[in-house]
């Protein structure tokens, strides 16, 4: 890292982990007076807000509407360790995340995510973990709270949408909600994985895009009906990904990823 790269991130993340240690702290005391959590909702939302505006994101949204007022599950595509701002500022609902359990060690952030309610998964533990992730996203549903998952697994490498793994559509066809498929373009050009810093302070516009519920199958065998919502989710995200201006390929021109050991649940998520 030169000098000048270096000078921007402290610019950048200084001011962001005082933002982080500030907001952690009202949702942390708070947050258990409030009902509901109302108060570490707030935090979080201002948190995202107050953080993608200093680091010069402007977030354009569109298809709120979409969004029902019962339980549901967000499926968003995964770009950068910045989604999680950008969406977070502007998705409406006291929705739980997908988090990575690395994310849950951090202090204040992963102390709040915690108290939250959020859900902690890690990508590399066996079916039977992946299982019991699962059973946690029915419940946070059951309990009457929307569902953020990137289905993808991890943020994508070169902003293109990925398949999508299974976990978020067996808890949303078991607890009988909706999936609302979103995407977002924009944060991978700010910062790509394995980036220290979002670039310059010029303002940055990201786009996200909501579409409409997509309800699961009544009949026909569990694995048959996921794996159906699941590519029809998944080509609803690109449709939704092109709209927004991202670039989509030709299925011909997507590079296959590694082959996974094989998972009974398929639960997967990066934060």
């Not at 001011?15 to 007076?33: D, E, I, K, N, W």
């Amino acid at each position: 890292m030169d000098l000048r790269s270096a000078l921007r991130a402290t610019r950048q993340w200084v001011p962001f982990a005082a933002r982080t240690m500030a907001y952690g702290t009202v949702s942390l005391t708070l947050g258990p007076l409030t009902r509901d959590r109302s108060a570490s909702l707030w935090a979080m939302r201002r948190w995202c807000q107050t953080s993608a505006r200093a680091l010069w994101i402007d977030v354009e949204v569109s298809g709120i509407e979409n969004v029902p007022s019962s339980p549901f599950v967000y499926c968003a595509n995964h770009q950068s360790l910045l989604d999680i701002l950008v969406l977070g500022a502007v998705l409406p609902g006291d929705f739980k995340w997908a988090a990575k359990r690395s994310l849950m060690k951090i202090p204040f952030l992963g102390w709040h995510l915690r108290l939250a309610g959020h859900v902690p998964v890690d990508r590399q533990a066996g079916s039977r973990t992946a299982a019991q992730v699962i059973g946690r996203f029915e419940t946070v549903l059951k309990d009457g709270k929307p569902l953020l998952v990137f289905p993808e697994g991890t943020r994508s490498e070169d902003g293109i949408v990925r398949p999508f793994k299974n976990g978020g559509f067996y808890a949303a066809i078991r607890a009988g909600v909706p999936v609302i498929p979103v995407a977002l373009d924009g944060t991978h050009q700010l910062m790509k994985k394995g980036a220290l810093d979002t670039g310059d302070g010029k303002m940055r516009r990201v786009r996200v895009r909501i579409g409409k519920p997509l309800f699961a199958k009544t009949e026909g065998r569990e694995s048959a009906r996921v794996n159906e919502l699941r590519e029809r989710t998944h080509a609803a995200v690109l449709d939704l990904h092109r709209a927004v201006g991202g670039f989509v390929p030709a299925p011909a021109d997507i590079p296959p990823l590694p082959t996974p050991a094989r998972r009974a649940s398929g639960a997967s998520a990066d934060d």
